[in-house]
């Protein structure tokens, strides 16, 4: 793509002058990206954890964790949200927008959980005609994470509740559950802390049946946050996160797990790819690619990231929550959280595979 060290210059130059005119200064610690021909598509609506699905329409769809009624600009949709909805492109041109349509789940998180809670991290496919949603809620009485799951015939929902999916024994959590479709099977990822002890968390895949009920002995470990370094360097607290995981399968026929570690509310939270072989239930856990034991693949540059082996478009600060769609024309994008301190907001990318390694522009 770039042909001559003018022309790359030129690219870099106009990405940064793009950014300086949408937020008005580039991010503090901020270093020149590189490779990257455009920036990003993000928004002003403070949504975390995002998840991007094509509807029906063209359009696409992406959900978030919980706001508030004075949070965010609003397109039709009022007072508090659990699964805000922003509704934004059409055919290839998948986009952004600044402001959320409506509640993909207008009557919260079903009665296993604490009544009028908050929902996190739901994760949404589309499987035969319909859409299955896997969210995160507190459970009734324990507070304890763990995923429930809703159905809808729509994209935009609304989402009708199918009770709890997964709840671990012993208190353990199970969240950020992100369903894919892979050889005409629903599949779910999600963060599976019951894999470990005590400050450890890890990642698991099931596959479902056609409700979207899980399969249990299908279950699979696909990483452990021992697999990996970075996951605990320099962090608050004692846990050592891995999670928000999105699985997708390249065109070399392997399948390949994207993840998230650190802090959430750091500089530091990144996202790391491991390469899980040809079957997205692999017989052994998935592989941190090129230097990801002890390096996130993508993550903020400036001085208090982790030293990312590639940067994102914005290089803003605690890049994570990424997960792979699919655009009309089946190319893979990526939407993505990044944090500035207070809210997080979404941004979708598209997700390439040069010489060098994989490559959000």
């Not at 503090?28 to 991007?52: I, K, R, Y």
């Not at 349509?101 to 809670?117: Q, V």
């Not at 050592?240 to 392997?254: F, L, Q, T």
């Not at 692999?282 to 993508?298: A, D, L, M, N, Y």
Request: one cysteine or more.
């Amino acid at each position: 793509m770039m042909k001559s060290l003018r022309k790359r210059g030129a690219i870099v130059a106009f990405a940064a002058a793009a950014l300086v005119a949408t937020t008005g200064a580039p991010p503090a610690g901020a270093v020149p990206q590189d490779d990257f021909a455009t920036l990003a598509s993000t928004s002003t609506f403070p949504l975390a954890d995002p998840d991007t699905v094509l509807a029906k329409d063209g359009s696409y769809v992406t959900y978030g964790t919980t706001v508030g009624a004075g949070t965010g600009a609003r397109c039709g949709a009022t007072g508090k949200l659990y699964v805000p909805v922003l509704v934004h492109g059409s055919g290839n041109s998948v986009g952004m927008t600044n402001c959320a349509s409506h509640d993909a789940l207008p009557s919260g998180p079903g009665g296993w959980a604490e009544p009028g809670g908050s929902v996190w991290a739901p994760g949404v496919a589309r499987f035969g005609d319909r859409f299955f949603m896997f969210y995160t809620a507190s459970r009734k009485g324990s507070g304890q994470k763990c995923i429930g799951r809703a159905v809808a015939d729509s994209a935009r929902g609304p989402f009708q509740n199918q009770g709890e999916w997964a709840c671990p024994d012993a208190g353990r959590w199970a969240l950020d559950a992100n369903p894919f479709v892979g050889g005409g099977n629903l599949y779910v990822t999600y963060r599976d802390d019951a894999i470990t002890t005590g400050a450890g968390t890890g990642i698991s895949t099931v596959r479902t049946d056609g409700e979207g009920r899980a399969i249990w002995d299908t279950r699979r470990d696909m990483l452990k946050s021992a697999d990996i370094t970075w996951d605990s360097a320099k962090i608050n607290g004692g846990t050592h996160v891995v999670e928000n995981p999105s699985m997708w399968k390249e065109a070399d026929g392997r399948w390949y797990l994207m993840y998230s570690g650190n802090n959430w509310d750091s500089a530091r939270y990144s996202t790391g790819i491991a390469n899980c072989g040809t079957t997205p239930l692999p017989s052994s856990r998935c592989t941190p690619i090129r230097e990801g034991v002890t390096r996130p693949f993508f993550g903020f540059t400036g001085t208090a990231g982790l030293n990312p082996i590639r940067g994102l478009p914005g290089n803003h600060q605690g890049p994570g929550g990424m997960d792979v769609f699919r655009a009309a024309d089946g190319t893979a994008r990526v939407v993505w959280h990044w944090w500035d301190g207070g809210p997080r907001f979404p941004m979708t990318g598209v997700l390439t595979r040069p010489t060098s390694g994989f490559l959000v522009s």
